[in-house]
């Protein structure tokens, strides 16, 4: 599924006008998702591991194919990135991934106690931190009020600001409108 890509950086001249070399689509995620990237300089090869900012944080993603800048969709229309390409994956963002991981792993029975306690009407399915340390928590649920309501009941218990994301069936459920560049504090 690709991203919704309804944002733009509208009102920001030096991205708006910055055209990408090339478009990259790419994987990432624990409950996987595919987007497109704005991308320039040298081109990633296939497979390859990058850091890409999507409109949860900085993520580990693996490349499954590089387009050009004018690539259409489907439907005929422009491909529009959801997010930008930063950088071929270090040696350090994939130790601190999988780092952030195991905690991750470790700390699903806390959440999930959490969730029961505050009596939340969803389930925790999935934890991930992005490589900015943004928490992530998959809930299978749609976008509703108990979605808002795990995200203002873990900052006002001291955890900061997570990032809830909805599961079905089907797979992530996306907002309607998201998207962004990935650089405009989408």
């Not at 309804?6 to 624990?30: M, Q, W």
Request: aromatic share 4%; proline share 5%.
């Amino acid at each position: 599924m690709i991203a919704p890509t309804a944002e733009t950086c509208e009102g920001v001249p030096e991205l708006e006008e910055r055209v990408p070399d090339f478009l990259v689509l790419a994987r990432y995620g624990r409950v996987p998702q595919v987007a497109r990237f704005a991308a320039w300089g040298d081109k990633p090869e296939r497979t390859a591991a990058v850091v890409v900012s999507t409109d949860r944080g900085q993520e580990l993603a693996t490349v499954l194919q590089t387009l050009p800048p004018n690539a259409k969709t489907a439907e005929g229309e422009a491909a529009t990135p959801t997010g930008e390409l930063l950088r071929l994956a270090t040696v350090d963002d994939l130790d601190r991934s999988a780092k952030d991981q195991h905690a991750a792993e470790d700390s699903f029975a806390d959440w999930s106690a959490r969730a029961e306690k505050w009596k939340l009407q969803l389930e925790l399915i999935d934890i991930e931190r992005t490589l900015d340390d943004r928490l992530i928590l998959y809930v299978l649920n749609d976008r509703s009020a108990e979605t808002t309501r795990l995200a203002l009941l873990a900052a006002a218990g001291g955890f900061g600001v997570i990032h809830v994301q909805p599961v079905s069936a089907e797979g992530v459920v996306q907002a309607s409108g998201g998207g962004g560049c990935g650089t405009c504090g989408t």
